[in-house]
């Protein structure tokens, strides 16, 4: 995951050095007292991971823990910034799998930006850091679904403490800032809100799809990127990580030994208001490569496939890919609120189908937040998309049943649907339930379509 341009959160240089606040006890992040917004479902730069319910949320949230008596405050005047989210998400199969099971996975995630200006006269500067642990059960691996995304997007990357984060970042004036350290992927690139809990949906999607080397949240690498431009106006960025498969195994890893290469990402991003809509939108490009390239996932050197003559596979086959995420702000109930909108969104990622088990997948949907004057913290979401198993892999086992007379099926797009509602216990604590509808499950026609009914619920402290 969670694990998503957008509406970046101010930095703690922006804070007024008085307190104002938004809400009760809680210290606004600029005058104005409402943050930039981008449209729903977009995602900005260094907003909440996947996993959390509100990657809107620009301003410090003490949430249900409160402020311990005003420390929380006196710190965040400081320069400090802490806060928390505990995440849960359960499903339950309606149809599909062997039989009928109710599973759970959740993340506990605290995080802390501390504004050096404040802390160490360093204008400018800003130090980040975020631990997650995740935990539980997921119902896809569980059922064994032999879905290409799976119907929990918080359940993965293993079940054990991490550092997700630990960097510095650096403005230098208006249009230019550095960013270094430890970081997952999609803290910076191909950045969308993960509102939603199939994974199709979800996110960051060249991770999603590329996840054997471009490690998304919650998973930690050393990397650096710079930013030319701004999340108001418009940026260009180019970006470099170390791909280790031991950030995988130790969440802890500090280790630069073992590496299998670099993956540079470039990415340019626009918010304009296109005619004939009212308001702006969000819009991405990016484009990624990866220097040390991978083995074929399902060819030997020979060209025929592995899982039926093994050998070695063929080696140095590329990995790289293009994306695109477009979001739009359609429709406010109140112009003046900029909170409460109806927004669409569309994805495409096209990845190598040698490298990669899903080489494609496209994604459209709305969400609309403060959609009822009655409870303007409710929200509605539908999403439906496709994902392609890789074409290398039906080549793969065409060849296969050539070999051996089998009658292997051949994959192709498997097909997701997603409904939610989003109901706001209170402003820290929201439950979302849903129902997920996946057909033909891997890519293979004639398997039994997946109902999934879900509940992503959510709580800040």
């Not at 917004?37 to 900005?44: E, V």
């Not at 008596?69 to 710190?75: A, T, Y």
């Not at 669409?344 to 096209?350: G, P, S």
Request: charged share 15%.
């Amino acid at each position: 995951m969670a694990s998503a341009p957008g509406a970046e959160p101010p930095t703690l240089s922006t804070i007024p050095r008085l307190r104002r606040l938004s809400g009760p006890g809680r210290p606004a992040l600029g005058g104005a007292g409402v943050p930039l917004a981008r449209p729903s479902t977009a995602a900005g730069v260094n907003t909440a991971p996947a996993g959390s319910l509100d990657t809107q949320s620009a301003a410090p949230q003490w949430g249900v823990l409160g402020n311990f008596g005003g420390v929380r405050d006196d710190l965040f005047r400081a320069g400090i910034r802490m806060d928390g989210s505990f995440d849960y998400q359960t499903s339950t199969n309606i149809q599909g799998g062997p039989y009928q099971s109710l599973r759970g996975a959740g993340q506990l995630a605290v995080r802390s930006a501390v504004d050096m200006d404040r802390l160490a006269d360093l204008a400018g500067g800003t130090f980040n850091v975020a631990l997650t642990y995740r935990f539980g059960r997921g119902l896809t691996a569980d059922q064994h679904f032999g879905v290409l995304q799976q119907t929990e997007e918080v359940f993965g990357r293993g079940r054990f403490p991490r550092l997700t984060q630990l960097s510095y970042t650096q403005r230098f004036g208006e249009f230019v800032d550095l960013k270094f350290g430890r970081l997952p992927v999609s803290s910076d690139f191909a950045g969308f809100a993960c509102e939603f809990q199939n994974l199709t949906f979800c996110g960051n999607q060249p991770g999603n799809l590329v996840g054997n080397y471009w490690y998304n949240w919650p998973v930690s690498q050393y990397a650096a990127r710079l930013r030319l431009g701004n999340t108001d106006t418009g940026y260009l960025m180019a970006g470099v990580y170390q791909v280790n498969p031991r950030d995988l195994e130790d969440g802890f890893n500090f280790d630069p030994s073992g590496a299998a290469g670099a993956l540079a990402i470039v990415e340019a991003a626009a918010f304009p208001t296109l005619p004939p809509f009212a308001y702006s939108g969000s819009y991405t490009v990016g484009a990624w490569y990866q220097t040390g390239g991978g083995p074929d996932l399902f060819l030997n050197r020979e060209g025929l496939p592995l899982a039926v003559a093994g050998g070695v596979p063929l080696a140095d086959r590329e990995r790289s890919g293009l994306y695109g995420v477009a979001v739009q702000e359609l429709y406010r109930p109140n112009p003046a609120n900029p909170l409460a909108s109806l927004s669409a969104f569309v994805r495409v990622t096209m990845a190598n189908s040698s490298t990669s088990f899903i080489d494609r997948q496209e994604t459209i949907g709305f969400v609309y937040k403060g959609f009822w004057a009655a409870r303007p913290l409710d929200w509605i979401g539908f999403g439906i998309g496709q994902s392609h198993a890789s074409h290398g892999l039906a080549q793969s086992i065409q060849r296969a049943n050539l070999l051996d007379g089998g009658v292997r099926p051949i994959p192709g797009y498997e097909r997701a649907l997603e409904v939610f509602y989003s109901l706001a216990l209170s402003p820290d604590v929201a439950v979302r339930p849903n129902i997920q509808f996946i057909n033909r499950p891997g890519g293979v026609g004639g398997r039994t379509d997946i109902l999934v009914f879900g509940v992503k619920s959510g709580v800040t402290f």
